[in-house]
């Protein structure tokens, strides 16, 4: 069974600053990992996604993660936050892309300072 | 790209009765559809997953006969909250993974029920 774990429920960063955002897998298989970011009464939108090859993976926005295999971790970052990047982000896995269930994170709220 | 139309947005329906939420792919086939509930301020919790022309294999705690998982066809699955009562208000969210680009875990934009 695969299973994601985030680091912190809330994260507060100022404007400007760099966003990281904690992600810890297990997994007994190699997983397929997926950041997704929710905004308030909306479904989930893919951010970026790793499945196979380069670990640095380039989203949409700015955000980028590294798969890191040895950590067990893939962290999203940015490196300058907007305040429209304020909303609820998820980390998931899966052992097999499309057919197999994702299974989430708790979800880590970001909020953006002025 | 991938497009995933969920419908309603919202619904309030009346205890006792039953409410269809609808997830349509759009533009790719989806042989396998997922459907999750979100509660306020929690991650998402998986409750079937449907493939098309199979029936939907449900989570474990998961009511079958309450939740009904209909995925008759390549680009529509539903779901019918039957009996509905007000503990059963919460966000409901489809997913949709297939076609020949290999699209993967794209969502609707989510179903708010209330039940009064």
């Known amino acids: 069974a695969q299973s994601v774990t985030q680091l912190g429920s809330h994260v507060s960063v100022s404007e400007g600053a760099l966003v990281l955002l904690r992600c810890n897998y297990s997994s007994s298989v190699p997983p397929y990992l997926f950041w997704y970011v929710q905004y308030p009464n909306q479904g989930l939108q893919l951010l970026l996604k790793y499945t196979t090859g380069a670990t640095l993976v380039k989203g949409i926005n700015g955000f980028e993660a590294e798969f890191k295999k040895s950590e067990t971790s893939f962290h999203l970052t940015k490196p300058s936050a907007h305040m429209s990047d304020a909303a609820e982000y998820f980390c998931?896995?899966?052992?097999?892309?499309?057919?197999?269930?994702?299974?989430f994170g708790t979800g880590t709220r970001l909020t953006i300072i002025p | 790209g991938a497009v995933v139309s969920q419908h309603p947005s919202r619904v309030i329906c009346k205890s006792g009765t039953s409410v269809k939420i609808e997830c349509r792919s759009l533009d790719f086939q989806a042989t396998t559809m997922f459907w999750y509930r979100q509660f306020p301020k929690q991650s998402l919790m998986l409750m079937a997953t449907?493939?098309?022309?199979?029936?939907?294999?449900?989570e474990q705690g998961v009511e079958k006969d309450k939740f009904l998982i209909n995925h008759a066809s390549l680009t529509l699955s539903t779901l019918t909250v039957t009996s509905a009562h007000p503990e059963d208000s919460s966000f409901y969210i489809c997913s949709a993974s297939g076609g020949p680009m290999g699209y993967g875990y794209t969502f609707g934009s989510g179903t708010r029920l209330t039940v009064v």
């Open positions: 998931a896995v899966s052992v097999g892309f499309g057919n197999e269930k994702l299974t």
């Open positions: 449907s493939n098309e022309g199979s029936k939907a294999t449900y």
